[in-house]
């Protein structure tokens, strides 16, 4: 359930956001209306975020935003969000980057094996490139992906030190 804060117009329409999710505004010719807009911008701004390998946001307290000054003469609602299918997309996109890191942390193994510095330099690059072009160290709030990294290379007894380049 996410926290909503609604503002009731002179002219019936209402207007609102989502404390705690930047960026996320809705409206509708009445409150009801306003409030099924909230539905659809959660879903729409959602799967934007996840798009850009953004995180998705916990749903807010309310008590953190009682004081705001955004948040006076209108009305708290909640809104039910399955957040369940984007953790699941998370999961899948994890998995994925995972067998990726695999693939380059072998290159990088190879590399080494070869004892030639601009393969092992574009094995690393290989590995960097598992990094950045993945959000999997965003959305994923307790795992770092350079620590994904570090375990593979660990797991497969690859040491790689700048001397070794």
Not at 4 to 9: A, G, L, P, Q, T
Not at 36 to 62: M, Q, W, Y
Not at 94 to 109: F, G, K, P, S, T
Request: with cysteine; charged share 30%.
């Amino acid at each position: 359930m996410y926290p909503i804060y609604v503002h009731k117009d002179k002219d019936g329409s209402a207007s609102g956001f989502a404390p705690g999710v930047t960026g996320l505004f809705f409206a509708g010719e009445t409150i009801k209306k306003c409030i099924e807009d909230a539905k659809s911008a959660f879903a729409t701004h959602f799967n934007c975020l996840f798009e850009e390998g953004r995180l998705i946001p916990k749903a807010a307290e309310v008590e953190e935003y009682l004081d705001d000054e955004n948040c006076q003469n209108g009305l708290w609602c909640l809104v039910e969000i399955d957040t369940l299918k984007y953790e699941s997309k998370i999961r899948k996109t994890h998995n994925q980057q995972l067998q990726y890191i695999d693939v380059a942390v072998e290159y990088l193994r190879e590399a080494l094996d070869s004892g030639d510095p601009r393969v092992i330099l574009m094995a690393l690059e290989n590995i960097a490139k598992a990094h950045s072009s993945s959000a999997v160290a965003e959305m994923l709030e307790d795992i770092e992906l350079a620590e994904i990294v570090k375990a593979r290379i660990h797991q497969n007894e690859i040491e790689v030190s700048l001397e070794n380049l």
